[in-house]
């Protein structure tokens, strides 16, 4: 009984088996067939266009226009290897000379031919050529411009004053962060490589509130400003005081704050992504002051850090905190010894550079922009500022930083833009081998 149960469900295998295999067979032999039948089948012919198939015609062609005006009438003559035809442009300015193949041609537009008051701008440029290696499409556009040249050209001088303007407007910019740096690096010795960092977080601030949240630019500059000193502040309460308190050496410490810039800049790129943000806040206006032309948000961009950077001066030469910062900076351990409260004064000192750093952010972002990485951009020319004017002089950083930013742009007039920054850094280097110290730097005695 088993056993014929097994024969019976190997017998319908079998059977199961064979038709699959006829199937298949049945398949190979038809598509065999329809291949052959395809094979002896005619091809279709393509139909061709007016001029011939569109994979073998070869076109020459262009508009005449006059300013506003589309010029008909004129001739245009394409000549070579042999072959010589004349198109006249049509009522849209158009004209079209279909050539034999892909070769080498003259074009020639006939001035005679052009209507009355209308002129080759240039007469010199009444023919043009073809080139053999040109043809990477089949049609090939050649234009003769007509009429009186209405662009306007600038001359050395007036470039001269935009440079010089933006060249002040973004040293100002630098000023606002570098002198952040020099007061932490004048309190601590620590040369924070996460400034840039600070200067990308107050941009990103004011474009979640401006833009995302739609609140007035004025009033986001505000929130940036407050939101950055408690940013400073944090970074000192988590990380720094503990490492000072802990004697961790300034380039163990150095090396921190690289490590905090890098995982920074990151966490920026997974939350806001690595396209740029673009700061729409009714601030694009052009103004026009003479030769130079400047947006409004430029204006007010530059009218904010000179009085920021008069008030932070006042505070450091008129007020007890800021003598009293000064003094740390001088010599931490005699102002301790005097009765000064050196790690609340770094605590301060810390709240400003991150306040002025993010109110940087925001001036930055209305003149290039807003990226994850813009802080870290321009962090070398922040510490060239800084170099530049003296190591620990909130003076010296406003003076480097002016002289950076207008060698920056200034520099644009003689190089190409993208080695402005370079620029900037061989005069650093420039000025160190005449003044090591820097501009308002103060000689010390080695050894």
Same mark, same amino acid.
């Given at each position: 009984?088993?056993?014929?149960?097994?024969?019976?469900?190997? +017998? *319908?295998?079998?059977?199961?088996?064979?038709?699959?295999?006829?199937?298949?067979?049945?398949?190979?032999?038809?598509?065999?067939?329809?291949?052959? $039948?395809?094979?002896?089948?005619?091809?279709?012919?393509?139909?061709?266009?007016?001029?011939?198939?569109?994979? !073998?015609?070869?076109?020459?062609?262009?508009?005449?226009? @006059?300013?506003?005006?589309?010029?008909?009438?004129?001739?245009?003559?394409?000549?070579?290897?042999?072959?010589?035809?004349?198109?006249? $442009?049509?009522d849209s300015g158009r004209w079209s000379v279909a050539v034999p193949g892909r070769g080498e041609y003259t074009v020639t537009l006939d001035v005679e031919t052009l209507p009355d008051?209308?002129?080759?701008?240039?007469? @010199?440029?009444?023919?043009?050529?073809?080139?053999?290696?040109?043809?990477?499409?089949?049609?090939?556009?050649?234009?003769?411009?007509?009429?009186?040249?209405?662009?306007?050209?600038?001359?050395?001088?007036?470039?001269?004053?935009?440079?010089?303007?933006?060249?002040?407007?973004?040293?100002?910019?630098?000023?606002?962060?570098?002198?952040?740096?020099?007061?932490?690096?004048?309190?601590?010795?620590?040369?924070?490589?996460?400034?840039?960092?600070?200067?990308?977080?107050?941009?990103?601030?004011?474009?979640?509130?401006?833009?995302?949240?739609?609140?007035?630019?004025?009033?986001?500059?505000?929130?940036?400003?407050?939101?950055?000193?408690?940013?400073?502040?944090?970074?000192?309460?988590?990380?720094?005081?503990?490492?000072?308190?802990?004697?961790?050496?300034?380039?163990?410490?150095?090396?921190?704050?690289?490590?905090?810039?890098?995982?920074?800049? #990151?966490? #920026?790129?997974?939350?806001?992504?690595?396209? %740029?943000? +673009?700061?729409?806040?009714?601030? !694009?206006?052009?103004?026009?002051?003479?030769?130079?032309?400047? %947006?409004?948000? !430029?204006?007010? !961009?530059?009218?904010? $850090?000179?009085?920021?950077?008069?008030?932070?001066?006042?505070?450091? +030469? *008129? +007020?007890?905190?800021?003598?009293?910062? &000064?003094?740390?900076?001088?010599?931490?351990?005699?102002?301790?010894?005097?009765?000064?409260?050196? @790690? &609340?004064?770094?605590?301060?000192?810390w709240v400003l550079a991150g306040s002025l750093a993010a109110l940087a952010g925001v001036m930055l972002a209305l003149y290039r922009q807003v990226s994850w990485d813009?802080?870290?951009?321009?962090?070398?020319?922040?510490?060239?500022?800084?170099?530049?004017?003296?190591?620990? $002089?909130? #003076?010296?950083?406003?003076?480097?930083?002016?002289?950076?930013?207008?060698?920056?742009?200034?520099? %644009?007039?003689?190089?190409?833009?993208?080695?402005? #920054?370079?620029?900037?850094?061989?005069?650093?280097?420039?000025?160190?081998?005449?003044?090591?110290?820097?501009?308002?730097? &103060?000689?010390?005695?080695?050894?």
């Amino acid at each position: 009984m088993i056993a014929g149960i097994r024969l019976g469900r190997a +017998t *319908r295998l079998t059977t199961m088996l064979l038709a699959v295999i006829a199937l298949c067979a049945g398949l190979v032999i038809g598509s065999g067939a329809l291949s052959a $039948s395809a094979s002896t089948a005619p091809a279709p012919t393509p139909t061709p266009t007016e001029e011939g198939d569109f994979t !073998s015609t070869y076109t020459i062609g262009g508009i005449l226009r @006059d300013g506003d005006n589309l010029v008909a009438g004129a001739e245009v003559t394409v000549e070579g290897d042999g072959f010589t035809e004349t198109a006249t $442009s049509d009522d849209s300015g158009r004209w079209s000379v279909a050539v034999p193949g892909r070769g080498e041609y003259t074009v020639t537009l006939d001035v005679e031919t052009l209507p009355d008051g209308v002129e080759l701008r240039d007469p @010199d440029r009444a023919s043009a050529t073809v080139g053999s290696d040109e043809w990477l499409t089949n049609t090939i556009t050649r234009s003769f411009p007509l009429g009186v040249d209405t662009r306007q050209t600038t001359g050395f001088f007036e470039q001269f004053l935009q440079r010089f303007v933006a060249g002040l407007n973004f040293g100002l910019l630098i000023a606002l962060a570098a002198i952040g740096i020099t007061l932490i690096f004048g309190t601590t010795g620590l040369n924070n490589f996460a400034h840039g960092e600070m200067v990308t977080f107050g941009a990103i601030v004011a474009w979640v509130t401006s833009v995302l949240l739609g609140v007035n630019i004025f009033v986001a500059m505000i929130v940036a400003l407050i939101l950055g000193g408690v940013f400073g502040y944090l970074n000192d309460w988590l990380l720094w005081k503990p490492l000072r308190r802990k004697g961790v050496k300034l380039v163990q410490a150095m090396i921190v704050s690289i490590g905090l810039a890098i995982a920074l800049r #990151y966490l #920026y790129l997974f939350f806001i992504g690595g396209d %740029t943000k +673009t700061m729409n806040v009714g601030l !694009s206006d052009a103004v026009v002051l003479g030769p130079v032309r400047i %947006t409004t948000g !430029s204006i007010i !961009s530059m009218a904010l $850090s000179v009085i920021v950077l008069v008030l932070v001066g006042l505070f450091l +030469t *008129r +007020t007890r905190i800021g003598k009293a910062t &000064r003094a740390v900076s001088d010599n931490p351990s005699l102002a301790a010894a005097s009765g000064i409260d050196v @790690d &609340r004064i770094i605590r301060i000192v810390w709240v400003l550079a991150g306040s002025l750093a993010a109110l940087a952010g925001v001036m930055l972002a209305l003149y290039r922009q807003v990226s994850w990485d813009m802080g870290f951009q321009v962090l070398l020319l922040m510490f060239a500022a800084v170099t530049l004017g003296g190591l620990g $002089s909130a #003076y010296g950083a406003l003076v480097g930083s002016i002289v950076v930013g207008l060698f920056v742009e200034l520099s %644009t007039l003689f190089i190409p833009p993208d080695l402005k #920054y370079a620029a900037a850094l061989v005069v650093l280097i420039v000025v160190l081998l005449v003044r090591p110290q820097g501009i308002l730097g &103060r000689k010390e005695r080695v050894g």
